[in-house]
């Protein structure tokens, strides 16, 4: 009678703390899949490209870019200067990630810039989703519009760095500077690769400026942007030619001309 006893209250102890410790390990292992899931994207995507300048390994940071929801991504575009920093470092983190990872994979380019492997939002999308569809202006499919900027600027072809010799070098951007960050990046790359002859009344830019036309109001619109920097002299309209651009790898090429 005794062992009875003893045997059943035994299974009863057991059974509650199977039952408990099932408890806390779903408890804990739904509080761990939470906190995957960066609090403040923009810092999230400031600290992802800081970890890639200093040679750091970037598993964790792509591990929680997986884990981030789509709603998360579409507030994001709630906060343009937000939205600008985050991408832009992601595009740019996401690029040296891929070179990295398979180098000999740049040699196509367009399966380079077009293959969907950044997995982000519970979808895969690709360099270009971000370059032309988030950040630009193309149509790019349902998921790709939700998450399309709402104030395009095209500034950002001076500071999307795609691993090429003639990209614009590599800054770390932030919601709260993006603006100055943007015109300080555009600044630098026009007085880098443009240059004005007066004699022949002739701007040379990089083709990159050929590429986005459209974005710079055409031909018009790059000699505007030129006079705005100071590079070519108001009231005079220049030809304007273009410069080829070098498509020579050149990885890690971060700008050292400030702080990051």
Known sequence: MELNRVTSVFWKFSRYSWFFLFFILLTFGCTESNTKEPKDLSLFSEAYLRSIQQNEKTTSFQDSLQNVSLNSLTELCEDNEAHLAFWLNIYNASVQVRLTQNLD???????????????????KISLNDIELGIL?????????????????????????????????????????????????????????????????????????LKWYATDFEGTNGIIALHQRYGIVPLGVNPTVVFSAYDWKVKSKAFDSSKTN
Request: glycine share 6%.
């Open 105 to 123: 994979k740049y040699a196509h380019r367009e399966r380079f810039f077009n293959e969907r492997w950044i997995s982000i939002g519970g979808k």
């Open 136 to 208: 630009g202006r193309e149509k790019k499919g349902e998921f790709i519009g939700k998450l399309q900027t709402k104030h395009f600027d095209s500034r950002i072809h001076f500071a999307l760095n795609c691993g090429a010799a003639s990209c614009p070098p590599i800054r770390v951007y932030t919601k709260k500077n993006i603006h100055q960050e943007l015109d300080a990046a555009t600044r630098q790359f026009l007085l880098n690769n443009s240059s004005y002859t007066q004699f022949s009344n002739t701007l040379k830019v990089d083709e990159l």
